[in-house]
């Protein structure tokens, strides 16, 4: 009897060996055929050695492996179960590789190319390529098996040395040379095996200098960041700054609408229509060519991008006061796209310039100072976000902010306490706005140009994903949502292709593991934890 | 709906701007009608395609209200199921025609086209359930919403992904009845051009629907999603499997889509990875003008709709760029004077 039931028990762990396996190695195909591994494989982690695409295939099995029950030690039958995770999950890899190979799928499957069975195969003859991805595949998933039962000390500066190396190295043009990439490997696993112990010693002393210091840190903290902040665009360069000044961009409008969603609690996903808005009051109030012609000043037109956009705020608020979450995002979605198709539109061609946008909007210009390089708009870019988030703070922790949370947290019982409803609803919507707005103002007159293309649903997307990402309602974390939103595709090219697809993936997955995103407010974790 | 006091006086406000739009609309159209710059024909062929459209929408737009019925959440990645149906549909339908199929079988062929589609729009579909509804079944409101708006996203980008960014057509059917070509056909009658395929689609649409009201009406399944419909926790101790009510929901919602889809593009023809977010929304739009979570109402929702889209631009002298601004406005303007729907009152009240 007892060895029936053990004999049943271990056909459970085959089949789940097997399934999952066969999920890893599904995932694998479906990652292949959107041409992820063929786009990886000229950035080499390792050069000449290690690509991008091999270190993700390999993350495959070792992760089948290792998603499984483990016992106290390392048994046998762990490793087989694990070696059989990575076997099925290679062969899956490995038949992906001969179908493509000897069917012609190129009219369907764009991506299905002899490329990418190179990549598939490590460049081996195809026998040998599909052989060893299966014989790789056993031996990554008992080495992910293995792996839990790794001492934590060494565990840890393993990953860490390894995740530096892949980092450094895809970052890195061609990426670290053999020798280099095992320097930093010794250097980072090494370093942190030794100090992983005194790391804790280290976060108390730490700890302990600052609360001696506190008073002078707490005079010194701003102006240690303010330097940081005015040095970081000499240390960039350029392009580095071009892209420091989109994440900026998106950083003060993450930050309004995180006002509307994340505070407020409301839906809002034409969040685009007000960076519209505020972009072409800026166009049509300070570009000579423009069908007003008035030709103002930067600074005399942005404030009247900002009211435009609160005012668009406030009318689109009004209709939706009553509605409930998913209504209100889809009217918002309805909103976002009409502006958008009347900008485009020849009905209003005459005044918006229909397709071909507004041209020849000046510079902003400060006496006799033109904004020109990048560098110029990061300063003008970094006020706007300071401003944003000293508004958003002193705003979350007044009685604003109390009455935005009690909407958000219950619509009902916050009237039956007094709130205005009616008033705090449309003061989010047209904070929001306003922010937006600037955003747009700022972003006309340092491209010196705007066409109705670039204000498509996908930003409103962008920038929902960024708020949501790194935690509704967290300044904080609208900042860091936006650096490895917006930031990390600009620096990583070939990732750029795969930035929707990954923003829909990341929503569900944020959604599902971590709601509260990667740097929650506090408040909000509370609350989905508990609910 | 209980009266809250501050609302008064915006409500006054929008309702008084309401009755004016609706009368400048009513007397614009009235004027155009009486002034006589359109012939009657004009008239009748928009509305023959309206009909064809609207019963497209309503498809589409019963998918959104039998979810929206059960789970009290809009499937916000319907659009994109819609999608997925029409492009899989696309590849079979190519195969067809280069193997001579299609030529030597339409009616074959066709058929073929549709259950792939529809197989294709129903594992789209139960995916999405199972991975990313089913787990935050409990979970605030705002989350499945946002989950739902990254599977969006996630589909359209995957079928970029797979299949590439060159939009897709779909090769000419000709299905002769007699001497009729019900696809591909253009008939003059007097001054009126005739496309048959518009009242194929029509008529399939409503063959469709009027399955799926004696499924809702007549099967124990159906009886199972009425009764989850109106209690999920009771709808289980009567011993009701919920979970694969819900599922089976999603299945018939993604089923009709996928049909949809296909008759969508026998004549529009053009299938991409973003086809599916206007139709999407529209189908959306016309199930919140029926009414949500109302079957009937969805589908008088979409003709509805179908039927002001194809006729309003020329009635108010709209331009035709605008045209999906008017579906737009209409939602905005249904869920602000009767967010109810035109037949939807039950469950509306009971969730709103």
């Known amino acids: ?531 | 709906m209980r009266k809250r006091a501050p609302l008064d006086l915006t409500r006054s406000v929008i309702t008084a701007i309401g009755v004016t739009l609706l009368a400048y609309v009513c007397l614009r159209a009235a004027l155009t009608v009486v002034r006589g710059s359109y012939s009657a024909t004009t008239y009748a062929s928009q509305l023959i395609f309206g009909l064809a459209q609207g019963g497209i929408y309503a498809l589409v737009a019963l998918g959104y209200t039998l979810v929206y019925g059960i789970l009290f959440m809009i499937n916000f990645a319907h659009g994109e199921i819609f999608m997925g149906g029409t492009y899989v549909g696309y590849f079979v339908i190519d195969a067809c025609a280069r193997s001579g199929l299609l030529a030597q079988k339409p009616g074959l062929a066709l058929i073929l086209t549709a259950i792939t589609a529809m197989a294709t729009s129903v594992t789209m579909a139960v995916l999405l359930e199972r991975v990313a509804y089913r787990p935050l079944r409990r979970a605030p409101r705002l989350v499945p919403l946002i989950t739902a708006i990254g599977a969006s996203l996630f589909y359209q980008y995957s079928f970029r992904g797979l299949f590439g960014t060159t939009v897709k057509v779909y090769p000419d059917v000709s299905l002769h009845v007699g001497r009729i070509d019900l696809i591909s056909g253009r008939y003059s009658i007097g001054s009126l051009t005739v496309r048959p395929v518009y009242f194929v689609v029509f008529g399939m649409a409503v063959v469709l629907m009027a399955g799926l009201y004696i499924l809702i009406q007549r099967t124990k399944l159906g009886k199972a999603m009425r009764a989850v419909a109106e209690d999920k926790d009771t709808a289980a101790l009567m011993g009701i499997d919920v979970d694969k009510v819900i599922v089976a929901t999603f299945a018939l919602g993604a089923a009709l889509a996928g049909a949809a889809g296909v008759m969508y593009a026998l004549y529009n023809k053009q299938v991409t990875h973003t086809m599916g977010f206007i139709p999407g929304i529209k189908a959306f739009t016309a199930a919140v003008l029926g009414g949500i979570g109302n079957i009937p109402g969805a589908m008088l929702g979409g003709l509805v709709l179908g039927v002001v889209e194809a006729t309003f631009p020329t009635l108010l002298g709209m331009d035709v760029q605008l045209k999906d601004v008017l579906a737009f406005g209409v939602l905005v303007l249904v869920l602000i004077f009767r967010p109810t729907g035109i037949l939807g009152e039950v469950l509306s009240r009971k969730r709103a």
């Open chain 1, 1 to 531: 009897m007892y060895r029936l039931m053990n004999r049943s028990h271990s056909h459970e762990g085959i089949r789940q060996a097997c399934a999952r396996g066969a999920l890893v190695g599904l995932v694998l195909t479906f990652v292949a055929l959107i041409g992820v591994f063929t786009a990886f494989a000229t950035i080499y982690v390792v050069r000449g050695v290690l690509s991008l695409s091999q270190v993700l295939l390999a993350l495959g099995p070792l992760l089948a492996g290792r998603a499984q029950k483990a016992g106290q030690r390392l048994s046998w039958r762990e490793a087989l179960a694990g070696g059989l995770s990575g076997v099925v999950a290679g062969t899956f890899v490995g038949l992906l590789a001969l179908a493509v190979a000897s069917v012609n799928m190129r009219a369907v499957l764009v991506n299905a190319t002899p490329q990418l069975v190179r990549t598939l195969t490590f460049g081996l003859p195809l026998g040998l390529g599909v052989i060893s991805l299966v014989g790789f595949g056993g031996l990554l998933g008992a080495a992910g098996a293995g792996w839990v039962h790794v001492p934590s000390r060494l565990r840890f500066s393993v990953a860490l040395g390894l995740g530096t190396v892949v980092v450094l190295g895809a970052l890195r043009q061609n990426g670290l040379a053999p020798v280099l990439a095992a320097v930093v490997l010794a250097l980072v696993s090494g370093g942190a095996w030794l100090y992983k112990r005194q790391w804790q010693e280290l976060q108390t002393s730490y700890e302990l200098f600052r609360r001696r210091n506190e008073s002078l840190l707490a005079v010194l903290r701003w102006p240690l960041a303010l330097v940081f902040l005015l040095a970081v665009p000499y240390v960039l360069g350029t392009y580095g700054t071009s892209v420091l000044n989109l994440v900026g961009l998106y950083v003060l409008m993450g930050l309004g609408l995180n006002i509307v969603v994340g505070y407020a609690g409301l839906l809002d996903l034409g969040y685009v229509a007000f960076f519209t808005i505020g972009a072409y009051v800026t166009g049509l109030l300070t570009s000579p060519r423009s069908s007003l012609g008035v030709g103002l000043s930067f600074w005399a037109a942005w404030p009247a991008a900002m009211l435009a956009a609160m005012v668009a705020g406030v009318l689109l608020g009004i209709p939706v006061l009553r509605m409930r979450g998913d209504y209100l995002a889809i009217v918002t979605l309805g909103f976002g796209e009409i502006i958008r198709i009347l900008v485009l539109s020849d009905s209003f061609k005459p005044i918006l310039g229909g397709a071909q946008g507004i041209i020849e909007i000046p510079g902003p210009r400060l006496g006799g100072f033109q904004f020109v390089k990048p560098q110029h708009f990061y300063y003008l870019i970094l006020l706007g976000c300071l401003l944003a988030v000293i508004v958003s703070r002193r705003l979350a922790d007044s009685r604003v902010g109390r009455a935005w949370l009690a909407i958000r947290e219950d619509e009902d019982v916050a009237e039956a306490t007094g709130i205005n409803i009616v008033k705090y609803k449309l003061l989010a919507f047209a904070l929001g706005a306003s922010f937006s707005g600037i955003g747009g103002a700022i972003f006309a007159s340092w491209l010196h140009a705007i066409f109705p293309n670039s204000f498509t649903l996908l930003v409103s997307i962008n920038i929902l994903s960024l708020v949501i990402v790194g935690g509704l309602g967290s300044i904080p974390g609208v900042i860091m949502g936006a650096l490895v939103l917006v930031g990390l595709p600009e620096v990583l090219r070939a990732f750029a292709e795969y930035r929707m697809l990954a923003f829909g993936a990341l929503l569900v997955i944020m959604m599902l593991a971590r709601p509260e995103g990667i740097w929650p407010a506090k408040r909000v974790r509370e609350e989905l934890r508990r609910g």
